[in-house]
């Protein structure tokens, strides 16, 4: 079994491409901790433009979090866990049922909780005693 | 295996069995479903997380201000150790993926010399979490708990030039320890059918008492300050009157986004409703802010850790059978390994997601 031919090595959409899946590890090692630096970096110095613009009830600072978070999961998914190299029939039964449940989750608990806050707020009822 | 498997007549075909449509084994695809429905897990968790976030939307306890320690080093340093963590975790998850590659060559020395790697830096990863629980546990300050569960945290009004806001106060510093008649109950020295926890290190007085004495503190709640212009501006006057009221009773209404410190004459009004002085963290009380945070931290990230542990456990199992030459043997290219690392990779992209919605957002 040539494994290594099984193996899909480029990455960014093909833009960069590898020589052995070795170096394609090491390559998104590098990217993976790039991201987590720049997300710390936001974390220490917090821009106030991405502080005080909201989008969706959410700070833009949040947001790029969760984007950054977001494609930090895609890399580990689809090369650390091989999911390019998977059948895309296989590589959708698994993501997409996921993403489905959990964004059907997400939204209706998030709904939920900011509408508490806004009883909890505007209500006639004393909370803080 | 051929000898386990009697033959039907079908062999060939379609239906015939031994087809593999998606073009994974089994055991890996049944790996997968089970880390699909494990992520919906945690997804739960991190859902009802954001659920009671939203909820205290305007109290939330700031991450930067709860984990802000780091080894060997004193003073405020948020981030810093956690980011550690997840590139220990990230770097395990490396060694993990290198050796399911060496595997794949059938590289007996380098999977076992990966596997170790990948061992190690689970193992420091937890210990790592460990240090993290303890000060989330022991706690740097101490507060007051009222009545309705609000945390009242202590801090000094006189800045310094360059601060940005003004520094915690640790309770130690100001309390005024007061003789102590009662002692914790235990079974040993009365009835042995009751029992209490311990007793808290300063009664609600000895605080209260210590405060009064030191005129340059105020009291912080855990009210976050809008944006005051904004609510002043407002056409609504509901907004107007809640600017009003973040002016009259806080110090530091114009500061958007910070705890909000009480003046003096509210924060002496504030303490008259505290029941119970607090320090560090339990599952009922903690110092940092609202109770449910405490809960969600230990829950979602002991979980987490749990999961971590679990993969240890295997990854050690694995390794050994590895130095044994059980998936030599197989010659399936060490399927098992890259199994175990499926599962692996898995707690390395829940952490991704725990370190986001627990230290960033």
Redesign the interface.
Known sequence: ?G??NTHKLAIFRGTLKFKS??QK??GV?IF??LI??V??G???VKPGFL??NYFLGMKLL?WV??IL?LV??YY??W????LRD??S??RR??VW??IF??AY??FI??Q???Y??GV???GFVK??? | MEATVSNTGTEGKVWGGGNQPLKASYGKMMMWFFLLSDALTFSGFLAAYGFSRFKFIDSWPIADEVYNHFPGSHGDNPMYFVALMTFILIASSVTMVLAVDAGHHMDKKKVTFYMFLTIIGGAIFLGSQAWEWTNFIKGSYGALETKGGQILQFVDTHMEEGDEKMHRVSVDDFATASHKDRVQHERKSGLWFVSEPALPEYSVQDVITGFNHKKHLAVRTQELMPNIEQLKASDDPADVAKAARFESIYVNADQTGQKGVLTRAESEKALKNAVVYVKGANLIHNEYGNRLFGDFFFFITGFHGFHVFSGVVINIIIFFNVILGTYDRRKNNYEMVEKVGLYWHFVDLVWVFVFTFFYLV
């Open positions: 079994m494994h290594d899946n070795v590890i090491w090692l993976l901790s987590t630096i997300e710390v936001f974390g220490i502080v005080d949040n979090f969760i978070t930090k999961a580990i998914a090369d650390f866990m091989h998977e059948k029939s296989f039964a698994i049922t996921g449940l959990v989750l997400i608990l998030l939920e909780g900011t508490i806050e909890k707020t505007n909370w803080n005693f």
